[in-house]
């Protein structure tokens, strides 16, 4: 069984401009969250998605926008990136789309730097 | 903003000592999750505890979810140098698809 897994691992960018992420799901997860875990803070929810729709979002302004493939992996997309962007993103599938209690499997993050 | 407040944010122990971490929130959660992190790689699911008064033992492991919903323990015996790492606790919110974390307990233990 092949874990969540995300590229790239690091990325640096300069301010202003556009980045894409992505993450493979779990084996048979199909529905994707998106983190955005800054230097020395807990994971903060961007938003999920589930059948290639999103169907709920964090407090994270429209630039940070995603996409669910047929296949379950996704993107997150950011643009004209600020500095205060700079964190570790996390994706985490799992296999529903809501609902009390769910086993949620995180990948090992993208870490973005952004100057 | 953090609904959960997590305490103390950093604690370095010896190996053999026990601890005990809190995760406090004024909210209620249908449920609460911890999860321990280290470096360059994403969370993972130690428990998840749902009734409150809950207690739920793994190997040295000991976690409560208080009577009210609104708060849990972690607590830790004879700690080994392995138990190092970043520990959040996350709330799960009645709708039930996002996490809610907190700032996290980096707890460090020495041989």
Do not use: M
């Not at chain 1, 790239?8 to 300069?14: A, G, S, V």
């Not at chain 1, 589930?50 to 940070?64: A, I, Q, T, V």
């Amino acid at each position: 069984e092949t874990g969540v897994t995300q590229s790239p691992t690091h990325l640096i960018k300069t301010r202003g401009q556009q980045v894409t992420l992505r993450c493979s799901s779990q084996s048979g997860h199909n529905t994707v969250s998106w983190y955005q875990q800054a230097l020395g803070q807990g994971p903060q929810f961007i938003f999920q998605y589930y059948r290639e729709e999103e169907n709920g979002r964090g407090n994270f302004p429209p630039r940070f926008s995603g996409l669910q493939f047929p296949n379950y992996s996704s993107e997150l997309n950011v643009n004209a990136l600020e500095l205060d962007d700079s964190a570790l993103y996390l994706c985490a599938s799992r296999p529903g789309p809501s609902g009390g209690v769910y086993e949620q499997y995180f990948g090992p993050g993208t870490r973005l730097t952004v100057t | 903003t953090q609904l959960l407040e997590q305490s103390p944010q950093f604690l370095s122990i010896q190996e053999g000592e026990n601890l005990t971490v809190y995760c406090n929130s004024s909210s209620v959660f249908s449920s609460l999750q911890w999860y321990r992190q280290e470096p360059g790689e994403g969370p993972v699911l130690l428990v998840t505890v749902v009734t409150g008064g809950e207690v739920k033992k793994l190997k040295r492991l000991t976690f409560q979810f208080g009577d009210a919903r609104k708060d849990s323990s972690l607590h830790i015996t004879a700690a080994q140098p392995g138990d190092t790492g970043l520990y959040l606790c996350a709330g799960v919110e009645n709708s039930g698809y996002a996490l809610n974390f907190g700032k996290g307990t980096s707890l460090l233990v020495t041989p």
